[in-house]
T-cell receptor, first 115, second 115 residues
Framework: NAGVMQNPRHLVRRRGQEARLRCSPM?????VYWYRQLPEEGLKFMVY????????ESGMPKERFSAEFPKEGPSILRIQQVVRGDSAAYFC?????????????FGPGTRLTVT | AQTVTQSQPEMSVQEAETVTLSCTYD???????LFWYKQPPSRQMILVIR??????QNATENRFSVNFQKAAKSFSLKISDSQLGDTAMYFC????????????FGTGTSLTVIP
């Protein structure tokens, strides 16, 4: 059973460009969480999605950031008009449906560098 | 709101010795989980150990054990017989009980095992 997949593993964008980060949950998992890790910090929650629904986006910046988890395909975290402060590692985690949240399995992360 | 505090940014231990990493948290919840995650240079988040708050018995996983003091809101990690592969960042994390809940992470402790 493949784990949580994230791609790309490394992404370099110039200021003002768009960044699209992908997360494929584990097979059978329909819940996806995105976290951001700034340098020298712990992971911070951004958004929680189920298939075709955003359940909790309380950690998402109000502008430039969006997330989706379509019926088919991976979850996408999209950052428009990136700035240097967006440079971070972005992790997604997935969990099975109807189970307690502690069963979240993390992907390897995408390291975004904004130049 | 939940907060997790790790007051030791860096620690070191001689190989084969024992080390304890500290973590305190603040919450008004009664049902929750506590975790220790390891993040090696690969940046993959690896679950080390989990504790359910309703369990009085401290969790253990091989060389890893916790000292959970619910009244004091303290959750320390003890690593026995330290090995070079234990060198990593260690994050303490909190999660409310239930579905669709996020992790709250501390800022981490960088542990170096010295040969």
């Amino acid at each position: 059973n493949a784990g949580v997949m994230q791609n790309p593993r490394h992404l370099v964008r110039r200021r003002g460009q768009e960044a699209r980060l992908r997360c494929s949950p584990m097979k059978g998992h329909s819940h996806v969480y995105w976290y951001r890790q700034l340098p020298e910090e712990g992971l911070k929650f951004m958004v929680y999605l189920q298939k075709e629904n955003i359940i909790d986006e309380s950690g998402m910046p109000k502008e430039r950031f969006s997330a989706e988890f379509p019926k088919e395909g991976p979850s996408i975290l999209r950052i428009q008009q990136v700035v240097r402060g967006d440079s971070a590692a972005y992790f997604c985690a997935s969990s099975p449906p109807a189970r307690t949240s502690y069963e979240q399995y993390f992907g390897p992360g995408t390291r975004l560098t904004v130049t | 709101a939940q907060t997790v505090t790790q007051s030791q940014p860096e620690m070191s231990v001689q190989e084969a010795e024992t080390v304890t990493l500290s973590c305190t948290y603040d919450t008004s919840e009664n049902n929750y989980y506590l975790f220790w995650y390891k993040q090696p240079p690969s940046r993959q988040m690896i679950l080390v150990i989990r504790q359910e708050a309703y369990k009085q018995q401290n969790a253990t996983e091989n060389r890893f054990s916790v000292n959970f003091q619910k009244a004091a809101k303290s959750f320390s990690l003890k690593i026995s017989d330290s090995q070079l592969g234990d060198t990593a960042m260690y994050f303490c994390a909190f999660m409310k009980h239930g579905t669709g809940n996020q992790f709250y992470f501390g800022t981490g402790t960088s542990l170096t095992v010295i040969p």
